[in-house]
């Protein structure tokens, strides 16, 4: 119409894609079996991450702990690109279309008994394209012994043992008196304990002289 706005057209375009789809593997429950509470040395467990199902680009990738997140740690890992170029795998880390990165994830238990973590990676921050793995381990504790059986000794008699006593932790233990108790403790001695005279460092020993006197 006259003194109106002339018409126009725009044209508009897209192109639909699939979204980022981000795959772990192993995806499977892993054991890392016993570790000595306090041991700090590296065994991480490398988990694979893929984009190859999806076309789309991940703009970040996210990893998340769940669980007994206190006994397990992100330690690590890398991106590597289509063009073969490796950069540390961190949250925020670009991952293009089938491209891999890996992350290491530690077990350091700080208590006894079993820990389970779960391990999930998603996109742009949204947990509801996760793909996930669990990782289990046992806390035991960080000191071992040697054999602590005295076998058969003869009421009257007396047998002499040492005991050797293995810090199997990553740190020194402190001093560690012997106390000794039970039903049957009078029938045990103390002769000698080295290790409550001084810390025992990391992977060190000490070791307790006991003597067995059955009463019968």
């Known amino acids: 119409a006259a003194g109106g706005l002339a018409s126009t ?15 772990i593997s192993p995806n499977t429950a892993v054991a890392k079996g016993n570790r000595a509470v306090g041991n700090t040395g590296d065994t991480s467990t490398i988990f694979t991450i893929s984009n190859g199902a999806g076309l789309a680009t991940a703009n970040s990738i996210d990893f998340f702990l769940s669980g007994n997140t206190g006994d397990f740690a992100i330690t690590g890992g890398t991106c590597v690109d289509d063009n073969n170029a490796s950069t540390p795998a961190v949250v925020g880390t670009q991952l293009t279309c089938g491209a891999t990165s890996d992350v290491r994830v530690q077990f350091l238990p700080t208590v006894l008994g079993g820990r389970t973590v779960v391990l999930e990676v998603g996109v742009d921050g949204d947990t509801g394209q996760a793909d996930s793995a669990s990782i289990t381990g046992t806390g035991t504790s960080s000191l071992t012994t040697s054999d ?16 050797v006593i293995t810090n199997q932790s990553s740190s020194a233990s402190g001093l560690l008196p012997v106390i000794l108790s039970g039903t049957h403790s009078a029938q045990f001695s103390v002769v000698s304990n080295t290790c409550a005279a001084a810390s025992v460092p990391a992977g060190g020993t000490c070791s307790v002289v006991l003597d067995f006197l059955p009463s019968g």
């Open 9 to 23: 057209t725009f044209n508009l375009s897209g192109l639909g894609q699939d979204p980022a789809a981000l795959t």
């Open 148 to 163: 602590t059986d005295f076998g058969s000794v003869n009421v009257g008699a007396f047998s002499e043992r040492t005991i």
